[in-house]
Every structure is written in C-alpha cells, then in structure tokens.
C-alpha cells in the first residue's frame, strides 16, 4: 500500500467503503421494511395465468394443429 501512494489508498478505502456499505444498505432495507419489499415483488413482472387457463390455451393449440 505504500507504494500506491497517499491519494490512491485513500481512494481504495473509499471503494471499498462504498462496496462494502451499498449491499449492506440495501439488505438493511428491504429487510427491515415489508411497504417496500412488496413494492419490490410487485415490480417483477405479471403473474403466471391459472393452470385453468394453460390447459384451455393448450387445447386451443391442439385444436388449430388438426385443422390445419
């Protein structure tokens, strides 16, 4: 570290500050507060249609197959 000189250890410090300190943050928040973890799950994506629904979508397909 000596080598590197005064400034870029104290840069180095500041990363490793900063890659230590943002997981750290994050984990901190959506642990501690269940608002913002659902508002994190609502953001994936739409969820998955009902089995119900697959079926008759997977017959619909079966059926223009013959047809055709």
Do not use: H
């Amino acid at each position: 570290m000596s080598s590197l000189g005064t400034s870029k250890g104290i840069l180095e410090n500041a990363k490793f500050g900063v890659y230590g300190s943002v997981p750290v943050a994050l984990t901190y928040l959506v642990a501690t507060g269940s608002k913002d973890l659902k508002k994190l799950m609502g953001l994936v994506g739409p969820r998955p249609p009902p089995p119900e629904e697959l079926c008759e979508r997977a017959w619909e397909i079966a059926r223009k197959r013959q047809q055709s």
